[in-house]
């Protein structure tokens, strides 16, 4: 348990106090759970756009000219790859074989790189990154978790609430995963074009004061704030895992199902993060699967889809039984296996 001395406060509670936020422990910090409630906050962001404070995932920067190596050395993926001013999702891969981050790096300069990663993960990434600094390397890596923030703004309309109202420092037009640097009431800040509730969207890495100022401009052109609630919901909607829970019991690519969307190497496979449509309500992390009164896995993250008026979640689950249809119990509900994703926008 997080003892009350290692809780971390984002920058801006008060100002999400004041907005009616409540608030709840996650991954070590204290977070907006919702303001509004589920139901209205889920409508928003289906519906039109809302905004997201992101701040308790990592962010680290990472100039020199071997920061490059030094990212090869703990990120999987085709890291070397990455043009100046695009960005790419990959994992970092520990010793025994499991994914030990979740990670977006941007490359924001020709030498120069930002990396974010999953909450709670930045001390195991922050050592590893260190430790993958070689005798005489050109490397400076810089730990900006507590010294800025990061806003997500996520919906159908997230490009035109950026081009009405954020327009004037942004560049013109900014395609999915391409990232810019831009001054924004003098601040230096990052954008980059990327969302992980299944909709168009964007993060923005700014300044606590400035972060305050774009949410207060967000709000007055009626673009509502959303909890962690919403954001849980619509993680596994688009089935996209989160460390905890997950991959937190230690998941190689290939059975948390991101090997080949990631192009990265797969490693062990006999289990799989199974999407599963369940009978009643979420049950807790770690509720034992069964197919047909047999032990086929475990239950991983649960949640109540406003959209979908149902129950969905992830498993872990034997991977010759984790086949569309297959029929399992979790703990006494009924539940099935399904095709991922459980939401995709069309477009």
Excluded at 272 to 299: K, Y
Aim: net charge negative.
């Amino acid at each position: 348990m997080t003892s009350a001395e290692s809780v971390f406060h984002l920058a801006l509670r008060d100002f999400h106090a004041t907005a009616g936020a409540t608030f709840g422990l996650h991954n070590g910090w204290s977070l907006p759970l919702s303001y509004v409630g589920v139901p209205e906050e889920y409508e928003a962001l289906r519906g039109r756009a809302v905004v997201f404070d992101r701040s308790d995932r990592s962010r680290f920067l990472i100039a020199g000219t071997d920061a490059l190596d030094v990212l090869k050395t703990i990120f999987a993926g085709h890291v070397e790859e990455i043009e100046e001013g695009r960005a790419m999702r990959t994992v970092s891969i520990g010793d025994d074989g499991n994914i030990a981050d979740l990670v977006l790096i941007a490359r924001t300069g020709g030498i120069s790189y930002f990396v974010s990663g999953e909450p709670g993960r930045r001390t195991d990434t922050s050592a590893r990154l260190r430790r993958a600094v070689a005798p005489g390397f050109d490397v400076q890596i810089d730990d900006r978790t507590e010294t800025t923030c990061l806003l997500g703004l996520a919906g159908p309309a997230a490009t035109e609430v950026v081009n009405n109202h954020l327009s004037e420092a942004l560049p013109a037009r900014l395609q999915t995963l391409q990232c810019a640097t831009f001054e924004f009431h003098g601040f230096r800040t990052l954008a980059v074009r990327t969302s992980d509730t299944g909709e168009d969207g964007f993060e923005f890495v700014l300044a606590p004061a400035v972060a305050q100022h774009i949410l207060e401009t967000l709000r007055d052109a009626r673009v509502p704030l959303a909890g962690l609630q919403v954001l849980e919901i619509a993680r596994v909607e688009a089935c996209i895992p989160g460390y905890n829970p997950d991959l937190e019991p230690g998941l190689s690519p290939a059975e948390a199902d991101l090997d080949t969307l990631l192009d990265v190497p797969g490693g062990r496979a006999d289990r799989i993060l199974a999407a599963l449509l369940i009978e009643g309500s979420p049950a807790p992390v770690g509720t034992r699967i069964s197919i047909e009164g047999s032990p086929a896995g475990e239950l991983r993250s649960s949640v109540r889809s406003p959209g979908l008026n149902a129950t969905i979640g992830f498993g872990i689950i034997d991977v010759r039984r984790a086949f569309p249809g297959q029929g399992t119990k979790i703990g006494e509900s009924g539940a099935t296996v399904v095709a991922k994703p459980f939401f995709r926008r069309r477009t």
